[in-house]
């Protein structure tokens, strides 16, 4: 019953609002030779110290699902950076009165926003190998945030944004 209520609330999450993810990769990067990754000491996400904390447990499990290490001595490094910020408002409904008569014209027109405006969350993920190329990986996602939502909606949101940004990871050669 535990699990249909999470796959429940992942559908949900989901289904409120999309993950859209740009990709950039070092073309002459060979990705099978990274096996092991950590984290940069000094992070810092740009989030609560919980929020971080989701993050890098949602990532590390993605991760070693696909079969890297947490290692000491990373084949890459891992640099992750957040801002938020508010979306103006999309929708509006124009107003307008006006008159004509003998030659003459007047009007006036106001818009109306519908709806609240969205908070939406940039999440920068760079991967860094300090031994070789530098930056060789980045994936920049974009999602709606609510700043209100249970620890629950975080960590399965999380869950989700780390999945969608690691359907870019390695990225395919034929591409």
């Known amino acids: 019953m535990k699990n249909i209520c999470f796959l429940l609330l992942l559908v949900l999450i989901t ?13 002459t990067t ?10 940069y000491a000094n992070l810092n996400t740009g989030m609560s110290a919980l929020d971080t904390k989701r993050l890098l447990d949602a990532l590390d499990t993605a991760l070693q699902a696909r079969g890297y290490t947490l290692s000491e001595t990373p084949d890459f490094f891992v640099d992750i950076k957040s801002s938020q910020f508010q979306q103006a408002r999309q929708s509006n409904v124009g107003v307008g009165v006006g008159g004509t008569g003998r030659n003459v014209g007047g009007g ?14 940039e999440v920068v993920f760079d991967f860094v190998d300090e031994n070789k190329i530098g930056l060789f990986w980045q994936a920049v996602s974009e999602s709606n945030y609510s700043p209100n939502a249970s620890p629950e909606k975080r960590e399965a ?5 780390v999945e969608k940004v690691l359907e870019g990871f390695p990225p395919d050669a034929q591409k």
Do not use: H, W
């Open 108 to 121: 006036v027109s106001i818009g109306l926003p519908i709806g609240q405006s969205q908070m939406t969350r």
């Open 15 to 27: 289904s409120c609002g999309s993950i859209r993810v740009n990709y950039d990769y070092e073309k």
């Open 157 to 161: 949101q999380f869950k989700v944004l």
């Open 30 to 39: 060979d990705f099978e030779a990274y096996k092991t990754y950590n984290y």
